[in-house]
């Protein structure tokens, strides 16, 4: 069966690389940002979504909502999980969305397959067999409401403080480039953060 996507998770899967349940977890959670808040994406700074995982569905975040690291709106918390807050500065509402259903259980056989397609492995019919099935999945998922996968809230939120403007200097060890907060002091000398810590191991 061939699913087709909506425009703007096929912008996702290109800005991702390739289509996995993963991202469509982001996307479903950047649709329900954008229908709660009533918003659409993110021209400047507006909208804040913090994450509180590293894993495919950031990328949907990021390019859904156009909150992305490089611009400061997107805020990365290392908890493992599925959640994501989106916050609306102007309007200072903000929803948070968790994951709450099981969606990455496989079997012991579906693991190894998996290994062996993103190991580079895997031949053209265990690839296609792979992909069949991720999109089989990502279309059911996609296809189900929000609520089904997701606990979703609206929250009031204390919004986190603009991009700041840092000045920097240069690192008196390596010579590069670092902003003032990262700034370690080392023996009397500004030094970055990898220089800091190799501090003791040759100089
Ligand atoms: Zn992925
Ligand atoms: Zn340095």
Not at 8 to 34: D, M, N, T
Not at 54 to 65: E, K, N, P
Not at 178 to 203: D, F, Q, S, T
């Amino acid at each position: 069966m061939n699913y087709t996507y909506e425009p703007a998770f096929k912008e996702s899967i290109r800005f991702h690389g390739h289509a996995c349940l993963g991202l469509a977890v982001g996307y479903a959670a950047a649709r329900v940002a954008l229908k709660r808040l009533a918003i659409a994406r993110a021209e400047d700074e507006e909208l804040v979504a913090i994450v509180e995982c590293d894993a495919c569905g950031i990328d949907a975040i990021q390019s859904v909502l156009g909150c992305t690291l490089g611009k400061g709106n997107l805020i990365y918390r290392d908890h493992g999980k599925n959640v994501f807050t989106v916050i609306d500065r102007r309007k200072n509402r903000g929803v948070r969305i968790a994951l709450t259903a099981d969606l990455f259980k496989r079997t012991p056989e579906q693991e190894a397959l998996m290994l062996r397609v993103f190991g580079g492995e895997a031949n053209e019919t265990e690839r296609q067999t792979f992909w069949t099935a991720q999109q089989r999945k990502i279309g059911d998922f996609l296809a189900d409401s929000a609520e089904t996968h997701f606990r979703i809230e609206m929250i009031k939120p204390e919004a986190p403080e603009h991009a700041r403007l840092f000045a920097s200097l240069i690192c008196e060890q390596c010579g590069e480039q670092v902003m003032e907060p990262r700034v370690r002091l080392r023996a009397g000398k500004k030094v970055c953060i990898p220089c800091a810590e190799n501090y003791g191991r040759g100089w």
